[in-house]
């Protein structure tokens, strides 16, 4: 089955704590992104990467970091959480040649 | 300066009638695409529908069209024959520089549908 999984999918840690939120797709896309929901505010991408090596920030990239050496998995690293980063966390990934993105199930975290 | 909105937080409607949610946008950009996505209660996101900057005719998928008027810049979805599965939340998206194929994505703040039987 063609999916975006992420794990965990829900966390709860404290501030300060590394974590980091893994990401993978099964569909061999070559472009993966990272959102977070919060109420009020809608989407907004945190990192994007069009390919293997190459990632970009997206409009709220501080706090964050990420990482792409393989196609299928691209993880999200919270250096030193804050209590502000908590959120509802989407990876998502499309075929450059496809307008869909597809979207994992969410990662639901709380920073303490 | 927001470059998506959705005016409406939330909307009602009655079961079999058509809504339209509305969606306006802002871009310079002169290669661009318009999506909306479903989340149910249920918290994941689901495509709905696609139009291209360039593309003549409205987009529609099934009871979804989507209302391009562009030099009004707006892109309204509109659900014909509403079921009480529609309920959920609603987002208007954006992707631009579509022609270098960038990956940024810019969501609106969504509008929470609540079709009542």
């Known amino acids: 089955e063609a999916q975006v999984t992420q794990n965990p999918r829900y966390l709860i840690t404290v501030t300060g704590k590394k974590l980091t939120v893994t990401c993978s797709q099964n569909?061999?896309?070559?472009?993966m992104s990272w959102y977070r929901q919060d109420p009020g505010l809608g989407l907004r991408q945190i990192y994007y990467s069009m390919n293997v090596e190459v990632t970009d920030k997206g409009d709220v990239p501080e706090g964050y970091k990420v990482s792409r050496k393989e196609k299928r998995n691209f993880p999200l690293i919270l250096e030193s959480p804050s209590p502000n980063q908590t959120s509802l966390y989407f990876c998502?990934?499309?075929?450059?040649?496809?307008?869909?993105?597809?979207f994992g199930p969410g990662t639901r975290l709380t920073v303490l | 300066a927001q470059k998506i909105t959705q005016t409406q937080p939330g909307m009602f409607v009655q079961e079999k009638e058509a809504v339209t949610l509305d969606c306006t946008y802002d871009?310079?950009?002169?290669?661009?695409?318009l999506f909306w996505y479903k989340q149910p209660s249920s918290g994941e996101m689901i495509f709905l529908i696609y139009?291209?900057?360039?593309?003549?005719q409205n987009a529609t998928e099934g009871r979804y069209s989507l209302n391009f008027q562009k030099a009004r810049k707006s892109a309204n979805l509109v659900i014909s024959a509403s079921q009480l599965g529609d309920s959920a939340m609603y987002f208007c998206a954006m992707r631009e520089g579509q022609a270098s194929g960038t990956y940024k994505y810019i969501f609106g703040t969504g509008t929470r549908l609540k079709v009542l039987a």
């Open positions: 998502a990934s499309r075929a450059p040649s496809y307008n869909e993105q597809f």
């Open positions: 871009t310079s950009d002169p290669s661009y695409g």
């Open positions: 139009q291209g900057s360039y593309d003549q």
């Open positions: 569909m061999n896309h070559e472009y």
